[in-house]
């Protein structure tokens, strides 16, 4: 019987229930896969990804309605959607905006969204890499569409998001955010910016200022829109926009540099050395050249 015992069960046994369609041994994939266990990513890692799209942005602007928006929207066309919080402040409700709408001409919209609430506690350095094999655990259990929400625009989205295929960055009216996520670099990863809370003052304003300063930096092509994700306005559009993403090389190139990056900094801060290392340079045993020796050499 799918679904019973899977606490017991192989990480080979689990993977082909997940592909089989249950959802417990796709839950609980996820969490070996997060815990860093190697087995349970070495069971998906020739898994053939769906495209996933990062959704990030200043805390607050509305991610988590809109993701909630995006994913009611595809399961309410059929399709099945997982999706990813990352350290979520507000739990996504599984399609309660629009959902509730849709469930009365639809049925099973709720059944076609998976959500999981990943915490980035301890897991510093290694929960992008965790986080490409939670995107196939997805992609093995038939997900059409996988979202992933992160908050913040520091270096720890950063590379959250470069595991994404594509960007959805996000912000509200009144906030001019957008600057830092300007200077963490995360603006020039975005394939899409919104300006939710369209229903409030300010909102065509933002998005002009915004429009202008990727004029100024020639990304002009990158779809600036405005959006309520309260009043569910704009989202046919938006949908349009993350469905039609170019690809950039420059982008591409960005991404992988920050995909490298993480790979090498996990295999750093995975070195048994590491942190008797920490404590020699603290102690003044050692200096920073010969700290990095010890560790290169592993
Ligand atoms: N007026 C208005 N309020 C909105 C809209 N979308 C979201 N909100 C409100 O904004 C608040 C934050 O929404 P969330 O979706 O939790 O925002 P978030 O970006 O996910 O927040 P964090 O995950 O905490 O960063 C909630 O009170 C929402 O009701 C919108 O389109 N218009
Ligand atoms: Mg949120």
């Given amino acids: 019987m799918v679904g019973i015992g899977v606490d017991s069960m192989s990480n080979s046994e689990l993977a082909s229930q997940t592909a089989a369609g249950s959802r417990r041994s796709l ?3 996820l969490t070996l896969i997060q815990d860093g266990e190697t087995e349970a990513i070495e069971s998906v890692s020739n898994v053939e990804n769906v495209k996933s799209i990062g959704i990030t942005g200043p805390p607050g602007v509305g991610k988590s309605c809109l993701t909630d928006c995006l994913a ?57 890499l965790r986080l490409r094999a939670m995107i196939s655990a ?24 470069s595991m994404t295929d594509s960007v959805l960055l996000v912000d509200g009216p009144d906030r001019g955010d957008i600057v830092q996520a300007e200077k963490a670099g995360l603006l020039e990863l975005a394939d899409v910016i919104v300006v939710n809370k369209g229903d409030l003052d ?15 930096g020639n990304a002009e092509s990158v779809p600036v829109l405005v959006v309520s ?7 046919d559009e938006l949908v349009h926009a993350l469905e039609n993403v170019q690809v950039r090389s420059s982008v591409e190139e960005i991404r992988w540099r920050h995909r490298l990056t993480s790979a090498l900094l996990d295999q750093v801060l995975s070195d048994s050395k590491f942190d008797s290392t920490v404590i020699d340079l603290a102690e003044g045993r050692i200096s920073l050249e010969q700290a990095l020796q010890i560790i290169l050499k592993q």
Avoid at 202 to 216: F, H, M, V
Avoid at 229 to 235: D, K, T
């Fill in 72 to 128: 009611s929207f595809w399961a309410g066309k059929g399709e099945r959607v997982g999706v990813l919080c990352i350290d979520p402040s507000s739990p996504l409700t599984g399609g309660s905006l629009l959902g509730d709408r849709m469930r009365m001409e639809q049925s099973g919209v709720d059944d076609r969204i998976f959500i999981r609430s990943v915490a980035t506690r301890s897991s510093f350095g290694s929960l992008p």
């Fill in 138 to 161: 997805l992609s093995l259990a038939g997900m059409d569409r996988i979202l992933i929400e992160t908050v913040g625009v520091g270096q720890t989205e950063i590379g959250i998001v």
């Fill in 27 to 29: 839950a609980r994939l």
């Fill in 229 to 235: 994700a309260l009043n569910i306005v704009g989202i």
């Fill in 202 to 216: 300010g909102a065509e304003q933002a998005a002009a200022n915004i429009r202008s300063g990727l004029a100024l």
